[in-house]
């Protein structure tokens, strides 16, 4: 059965705007979308499909007057070969997509792992992986993408993720390595982008605990005596709610005072926020790609 979308929608999927959809349509007849019984134009999975890879020839420096005079396969091949320029990620993050919309695990880890043969694990999450975490993670909060499509991404990407972080394992830390406290507060359960910092601190050669999801607050005063490490991250993408983000500060405060302790703290939750509800050990981030760039500079 296929999915059906709004013109809006698949604005928001493919980053093209509906008046330039509009356009392809009645000027080059890119696609045709089908009708209700009221004339309301959708459309369907092939027409997302067709939309998402029009996207990433055009980056490509393909004319739309060219695309529309392709035909399909055409188009595929083009597509694929697109690719092979490092400067054209979107094809990658518009196929994983793709295949996370049509719930495809064999399309999604060959995306991911082609990627990986090609440009390397380490180019791969910053130009394929985090960009797609944070496009997914707006397509859910608007309602394009369901509640099953990110579980689904998250889990194809958590299982990638977990093995590369095997594999960069280090054997032995230098002493004067740093260390850092992972963690996701009290019923926060996105895990992605955590798991996105963790793989970067250990490649670089930092020390992680890494504790998870949903953890209690007093856990972290625990690892932290036991383990002597005073350096926290956390994502908080849908908790603690804005309304006890204050709260949760204070407890910072009171549990972590004079201890030398720093949060470093990203996430929808804590993006907004204005300085006055920060404490002196608190520091907040726009997004997960401004605290890398913090912690490995």
Partial sequence: MQSKYSIKELEHLSGIKAHTIRAWESRYKLIEPHRTATNIRYYVDEHL????NTSALIKAGVKISKIAQMTEEEINEAVMNSGRYESNFTTYINSLKV???MYEENTFDAVVSKCIVSYGAEKTLMEVVGPFIKEIGLLWQIGVMKV??????????????FALIDQSFPHSLDSNSSAYILYLPADELHELSLLYLYYHLIINGNRVIYLGQAVPFEYLKQVSEKTGIRNFISVFTTNPHIDEISKYMGIIGENFHNTGSRFLLTGKQVQD???DVETPMVSIFKGVEELREALLN
């Avoid at 499909?49 to 998402?52: A, D, F, N, T, V």
């Avoid at 099953?148 to 993720?161: D, I, R, T, V, Y």
């Fill in 273 to 275: 926020l204005v300085a």
């Fill in 99 to 101: 295949a996370t919309l």
């Fill in 148 to 161: 099953s499509h990110e579980h689904f991404a998250s889990n194809m990407l958590k299982m990638k993720l």
């Fill in 49 to 52: 499909k067709k939309i998402l």
